[in-house]
């Protein structure tokens, strides 16, 4: 079972394509070739749920200068500049100075190879898609606005140039949802935890979200009302016992099988929850908040597990111990479609060379390895109350970790590294564990990954994608390092 996403994905593309003018008056159908290319690439871009404006061939600087204020107005997450055939870089220099999205040429020829035997200009013309790229790079670079990248390769059956263009797509829905997000933050970082601790501004300097201050009244004046019997508190328990299973404990005392009062509370807490950030209009929230012992506010804000892991994976990420940066972590690799759960470090196995990863919650369900368990806990070791808890596996294959730490100068910094999760066995604490592997070794990596400064909180997505998680970081001028590489 899939958690179905809460909002559609979306982004907004931008498009020219750019020639030289003189072409065209000398070689008749050639503008109407580049034309037909373009058309062929932006039809590949609409394959992957972005919004696509084509402000046209630009074949001069005049053009270059009309184009302006219309990409200005296009609030683009990605500029895409389709390359044609050969271009005077004055066509882009304009350009690429004013915006402030990043730039991603594309080179692809009609034609795997030129025929030789029967080559014409007008052929050559036709495929000289990388011919003015360097000086367009250089030019980039001299007005202070480096590319994003350059993708190069055949316009039509190339699986690699595809997976190029689709990977930016990607990017552009992070950028497009994390430049507009409202982050919701409530309550205080659970006893002094020093990492914890985030300037709202410098969220907002850094990646445009806006962080909303949330009060726990809040989320309690939409539970109150709730009885157990509420259509909306059964809707959401049988939501839940299909999407989880629910088995006896095995070895761990602080479990036993999920009881009819912890679902009822996780149900009530559930909806409560997506009532509150619906009302709030929220796209992401971390919170802590203990709450006077035996109080009914204490009972809704830890039982928010369940409700939380459902919300994760629907794409509205949730953090637990008041951790804003992972929540835009989370919100990241969700957006690139490969997860995105709250995880830290556990055990070492050093028989396995490998390292428990994971978290009390929340997660996200789509990248279970299969139906994920509730257990009631008797207690949340190192935290107050009891409840459901959680537990299953990542998806078995690579893996990405992304932490967002902060150096000594206040500026963020990305932290990723990729590995492989193994289905190996895992403690039934009721907690969602996976043994990761790294390399070079599991001492060696731990090493690494500690000394570069992360939060001791990651987010932890499936497949590779280090290289994609360098260019959002370039995007928001965050520095990053590849531990793994």
């Not at 209009?281 to 830890?302: C, H, I, K, N, W």
């Not at 090493?447 to 932890?460: D, I, N, S, V, Y």
Request: glycine share 8%; with cysteine.
């Amino acid at each position: 079972m899939q958690v179905e996403r809460r909002k559609p994905l979306t982004a907004n593309v931008g498009v020219f394509s750019v020639g030289l003018d003189t072409y065209w008056k000398q070689f008749d159908g050639l503008l109407d070739e580049m034309r037909r290319k373009t058309a062929i690439f932006i039809a590949k871009l609409e394959k992957s749920a972005v919004r696509v404006r084509d402000f046209g061939m630009i074949d001069n600087a005049a053009r270059a200068f009309e184009a302006l204020p219309k990409i200005a107005a296009a609030d683009l997450d990605v500029l895409f500049v389709d390359m044609t055939t050969y271009a005077t870089s004055s066509t882009f220099g304009a350009i690429v100075r004013a915006v402030n999205c990043p730039v991603v040429l594309v080179a692809l020829q009609p034609l795997a190879a030129m025929d030789y035997a029967h080559g014409t200009t007008f052929m050559q013309l036709c495929n000289d898609d990388l011919c003015s790229v360097p000086e367009f790079t250089g030019v980039a670079i001299r007005m202070g606005r480096p590319v994003a990248d350059v993708i190069i390769g055949k316009l039509e059956d190339d699986a690699d140039a595809d997976a190029a263009i689709a990977s930016w797509c990607r990017i552009a829905h992070v950028l497009h949802d994390l430049r507009r997000a409202r982050l919701g933050h409530m309550g205080h970082v659970l006893e002094a935890m020093l990492d914890m601790q985030t300037d709202p501004a410098a969220v907002t300097a850094t990646f445009g979200a806006h962080v909303v201050q949330c009060e726990p009244d809040e989320i309690m004046a939409q539970f109150a009302p709730l009885k157990p019997d509420d259509p909306a508190v059964l809707a959401m328990e049988r939501r839940i016992l299909d999407f989880f299973d629910t088995p006896d404990p095995v070895s761990d005392p602080v479990t036993t099988r999920l009881t009819a009062a912890d679902l009822s509370m996780a149900a009530r807490a559930g909806v409560a929850l997506e009532r509150f950030i619906t009302s709030r209009q929220l796209d992401g929230f971390a919170y802590y908040y203990e709450a006077a012992p035996e109080s009914e506010m204490r009972r809704l804000v830890t039982n928010f597990i369940v409700g939380n892991s459902l919300l994760t994976g629907a794409g509205f990420p949730m953090c637990g111990e008041f951790d804003i940066k992972t929540c835009i972590a989370m919100l990241i690799m969700d957006r690139l479609e490969i997860g995105g759960s709250f995880a830290e470090f556990h055990p070492i196995d050093f028989e396995r060379d490998s390292v428990l990863v994971g978290h009390d919650g929340p997660h996200h369900l789509n990248i279970a390895d299969s139906k994920p368990v509730l257990r009631s806990l008797k207690k949340y070791h190192g935290k107050p109350g009891s409840g459901a808890g959680v537990e299953f596996s990542i998806r078995t294959g690579p893996i990405t970790m992304l932490s967002i730490g902060v150096r000594n100068d206040g500026r963020f910094k990305f932290i990723i590294a990729e590995g492989e999760s193994v289905k190996w066995p895992i403690p039934p604490t009721g907690n969602t564990n996976t043994h990761g592997r790294f390399r070079p070794d599991v001492r060696t990596f731990l090493k690494r990954w500690c000394q570069e400064g992360p939060t001791h909180h990651f987010a932890l997505g499936i497949g590779h994608h280090a290289a994609e998680l360098v260019k959002i970081a370039a995007a928001f001028g965050v520095e990053s390092v590849v531990v793994t590489d």
